[in-house]
């Protein structure tokens, strides 16, 4: 008796509401109609007729005490129906198992019937008016603005989509592809590392004459520098000479110091093996440092190689020249084309 109580229980659920489709269904079914309050109050009279029984040891459960059926609610708008069958059949067997003595079988099965009275006390606390009211606030909700967008997608849309689209047959025809011809993802990779490589190689290349120009910069103003004092110092040896009164030696100094200054100035690459006319036909024709280079050159050749006069005058001269060589700064780019040019023809 216990066992097919227990398998009632089992067999009926948790919750003791079904659900009626409608009116007519709920009269062929029968059984009272009922509110949720007087629903709820014949929870908690089973509640107290359970408890009794439970604190009884005689069999004296009283199954024709239990509820009859009902339906709870309007059951064409949510109500629900409510069968009290399962209990009557647990107090009838309560009694039976109090006769046997099976005393602890049938406080299981109290037990079990009180805590499905407690689980329906529980669920009577949500109504189907509730149930409605959210209902009605939940389509209250939809209702609103943001949850009525049924526009058309834009041009955008359209081309975004078809643009995505083409691109995901794309790649599935390059996974096809890629199946049939296994050769390839080996060949794509040595072409990436080889691509790779080659880019590095570039990038050490390019790294690597940046830094030679820059060598060759720094080591042609290093050399400019030292041109200038090499000049300054044939000037001052000119000056030196001409204090003593020692002419020639003076505008042989004088000559050489032009010759170091305008080759600082890269007027010509260095040769020592150029005669002094060379030095003159490689500056740019007619400009003021070619005129100024003859005229000292002229003086040059006249003092040093034609024994001619040498005395103050001469080397004023020589002087004169020579300033208007060192002075001559914003011409010497303008001449150190023509001189290399020349050179090199």
């Not at 009557?88 to 019937?113: I, M, P």
């Not at 090499?230 to 009164?245: G, I, K, L, P, R």
Request: net charge negative.
């Amino acid at each position: 008796m216990l066992w097919g109580a227990m398998a009632l229980l089992a067999c009926s659920g948790a919750d003791a509401r079904a659900a009626v489709p409608s009116s007519n269904a709920a009269s062929a079914l029968g059984g009272a109609q009922a509110t949720l309050e007087s629903y709820r109050a014949d929870i908690a009279r089973m509640q107290q007729q359970v408890a009794a029984c439970v604190a009884s040891a005689a069999a004296a459960c009283e199954p024709a005490k239990v509820a009859g059926d009902e339906h709870v609610g309007d059951v064409a708008h949510g109500g629900f129906a409510v069968h009290w069958a399962w209990l009557r059949d647990a107090l009838t067997d309560a009694n039976l198992d109090a006769k046997q003595g099976k005393g602890r079988e049938r406080d299981v099965l109290l037990q079990a019937c009180a805590d499905r009275l407690q689980a329906m006390a529980q669920e009577s606390q949500g109504t189907a008016g509730d149930d409605r009211q959210a209902r009605a606030t939940a389509d209250a909700v939809l209702r609103r603005p943001e949850f009525q967008y049924n526009a058309e997608p834009t041009w955008w849309d359209r081309q975004k989509a078809k643009w995505l689209s083409w691109l995901g047959r794309l790649f599935d025809g390059l996974t096809s592809f890629g199946a049939n011809t296994p050769y390839l993802a080996p060949l794509m990779e040595w072409l990436l590392f080889g691509g790779a490589a080659v880019g590095l190689l570039v990038f050490l290349i390019r790294i690597a004459a940046r830094q030679r120009r820059r060598v060759a910069l720094s080591e042609g103003a290093v050399q400019a520098a030292v041109w200038d004092r090499e000049a300054t110092d044939w000037a001052q040896m000119a000056a030196q000479h001409a204090e003593a009164e020692e002419w020639r030696e003076a505008v042989h100094c004088l000559y050489w110091s032009a010759i170091v200054l305008l080759e600082s100035r890269r007027a010509w690459r260095h040769n020592p093996s150029r005669t002094p006319r060379e030095y003159v036909r490689l500056l740019k024709p007619g400009s003021s440092q070619q005129q100024g280079l003859r005229g000292l050159t002229q003086i040059f050749e006249l003092v040093w190689y034609g024994f001619g006069d040498a005395d103050s005058a001469r080397y004023e001269q020589a002087r004169e020249s020579y300033e208007r060589l060192a002075a001559g700064d914003a011409g010497a780019d303008t001449t150190t084309a023509s001189g290399l040019s020349a050179e090199a023809a």
